[in-house]
């Protein structure tokens, strides 16, 4: 047999100061070559599938990441494309795997509550901006893109005779008039039209400081039972059934997103508010800025004064012994069984300074790992027999194979 070589082409990110995204198509130094017998081996093919897995991509030289005090953590990527543009995303580190068997859909009814509820995002309409959320398995999302700076800063500033007669209190007055009273005072900025701050504490508010008002959560409720009706597609209920069974291990299987009808129908105001309050608060999210920002510590100045103090008002105040309904429900999906009384029962000696301790450990509580039956050569896992799903509104075949990998 005639030797064979292989050449395992890693994609490396480019440096580039203008387009990081971008991808280099050159092979890096140290490109392996395997050739000959050991090729066919199956096991240098798991030893290298295995060593290829445990590679840590390089991190882009111009990331800039941190952590405030409260336990958000940022990370800042300086853009230039497209300019005086940049995108502000908020993700929180919950998702449809985090509901219980009588919570299904919650998470996704609270970004739909939360972020059209917030009256700050409203206030960037007519600034350039525009924003959006999602809600997967595995997190929770609010993104904002937005200009810069405001445009009513350009309108003021974009000539010469402006810059040099207009004074504090012509701008103030031309604001006015131009977005009205009320949104010019309550529009958040530096005194250089910077719209990032505005963009900032519109994204605290969302995440971390909803107003679940009971017509608002009628609303959502409303808009939410359309969209499962426009979702029930025949592709939807087959993609459905593929996940169902790539998951089958785990619970990824039964929670989907939209959740369930009957389930929707019936939750309140305070069924919802407890489940934000167990998963939304800063030391469980990760705020991503990129665009064109290259004044780092700005930047992080601007995070620091909006997110310093969130999750941080009820630190110092006494909090109640939790109900036995609340903690319950909560230690019996994160932590091992207790005895009877850790829940704040009559019969529980422990001081309420102790009992407040135990609901924040229990509400920082790291979510339990997924189990997954992976894909890989030598794993030992018995091959499952194929899966045939038939239906009726079915009118052509499909043959679908998955390989299910570990993504470190």
Request: with cysteine; proline share 6%.
């Amino acid at each position: 047999m005639d030797a064979i070589a292989v050449k395992h082409h890693v994609w490396c990110s480019a440096v580039g100061p203008e387009e990081p995204h971008a991808v280099s198509t050159s092979l890096q130094e140290g490109t392996l070559e395997k050739s000959g017998a050991n090729f066919l081996d199956p096991e240098v093919r798991r030893v290298e599938v295995e060593e290829f897995l445990n590679t840590e991509l390089p991190p882009h030289p111009k990331l800039y990441r941190g952590q405030l005090k409260n336990g958000l953590r940022y990370i800042i990527l300086p853009n230039k494309v497209p300019p005086n543009r940049f995108e502000a995303h908020m993700e929180v580190h919950v998702g449809s795997i985090d509901e219980e068997d009588d919570e299904q859909g919650i998470a996704h009814m609270i970004e739909h509550v939360a972020f059209l509820g917030s009256k700050k995002r409203e206030k960037l309409l007519g600034t350039g901006a525009r924003s959006n959320a999602y809600t997967d398995f595995h997190h929770t999302v609010f993104h904002i893109h937005s200009p810069t700076r405001a445009k009513v800063h350009d309108m003021l500033y974009g000539s010469d005779v402006w810059q040099t007669f207009m004074g504090v209190w012509q701008e103030k007055v031309l604001m006015y008039v131009l977005l009205g009273a009320g949104r010019a005072s309550n529009l958040k900025g530096d005194s250089d039209g910077d719209l990032l701050s505005s963009v900032l504490d519109a994204l605290n508010e969302i995440a971390f400081h909803p107003k679940f008002l009971a017509s608002r959560v009628e609303k959502e409720r409303r808009a939410i039972l359309s969209e499962l009706q426009m979702m029930n597609t025949i592709e939807y209920r087959v993609d459905c059934q593929l996940l169902q069974h790539l998951h089958s291990e785990n619970k990824l299987s039964g929670r989907f997103p939209i959740g369930l009808e009957e389930q929707i129908k019936k939750w309140d105001v305070d069924k919802i508010k407890r489940f934000h309050e167990r998963w939304y608060f800063p030391a469980n999210a990760t705020l991503y800025i990129v665009g064109d920002v290259d004044n780092i510590s700005k930047t992080i100045h601007q995070i620091e004064a909006v997110f310093s103090q969130t999750g941080l008002e009820n630190e110092t105040e006494a909090s109640p012994p939790p109900t036995p309904n609340a903690f319950g429900a909560m230690a019996s999906f994160l932590v091992p069984k207790f005895p009877v009384g850790l829940g704040g029962t009559s019969q529980d000696k422990a001081s309420n300074s102790d009992q407040s301790k135990i609901a924040k450990k229990e509400r920082h509580a790291i979510r339990p790992p997924v189990r997954h039956n992976w894909s890989l050569p030598g794993s030992g896992c018995v091959a499952d027999p194929p899966q045939i799903f038939q239906h009726e509104l079915l009118q052509n075949f499909s043959f679908n194979m998955f390989c299910k990998v570990m993504i470190r």
